[in-house]
């Protein structure tokens, strides 16, 4: 089962005491980009299934084990099948592909003063983009995958050459 939100976001936010309230919500907002990005828009029927999840705290492994053991109302079952199994419903993406939406999302919002913004937010390094997510995680707010670790963070790109050598004015 997922681990349900046991703190609020402002109670997050000053517990970790790093970053600004904007750094966890722009993160967040990345990660719903990010997950359209890798994975294409979600259809009204998966998001049928995942509304009927989040309902219900069922995380993509839990859905796969219903499914395996046949625990699942035959509606769920009926659109699941439809969808091409419950491993089309985990919408999983990485660290280094999070990272890359928050810079081209960064760029895209805020052009040259990208780096200045999310550093007035306590973002100065994708281990910063790490700490959040976990944050998240840990107190229920994300789920994670058991290969998903902090370190997938780490050293993903650099914001100097980020977000200001590699600049590019279109």
Not at 67 to 87: A, K, M, Y
Request: charged letters at 30%.
């Amino acid at each position: 089962m997922a681990k349900q939100q046991e703190k609020t976001l402002e109670e997050i936010v000053q517990e970790v005491g790093r970053y600004s309230m904007d750094a966890f919500i722009f993160v967040q907002e990345c990660i719903g980009m990010a997950t359209d990005r890798v994975h294409g828009p979600l259809s009204p029927a998966a998001a049928e299934v995942v509304a009927w999840m989040h309902r219900r705290g069922i995380t993509p492994d839990d859905l796969q084990a219903r499914w395996d053991t046949g625990e699942l109302p035959p509606d769920i079952v009926n659109t699941v099948r439809q969808l091409g199994g419950p491993e089309k419903l985990n919408r999983h993406v990485t660290g280094q592909q999070l990272c890359e939406v928050v810079r081209d999302v960064a760029l895209e919002r805020w052009g040259l003063m990208a780096r200045k913004v999310l550093g007035r937010w306590g973002v100065h390094r994708t281990e910063d983009i790490g700490e959040i997510v976990f944050a998240l995680v840990n107190n229920g707010w994300l789920q994670k995958q058991p290969s998903d670790r902090i370190e997938d963070f780490d050293h993903v790109y650099s914001f100097a050459e980020a977000f200001d050598r590699d600049y590019r004015i279109i």
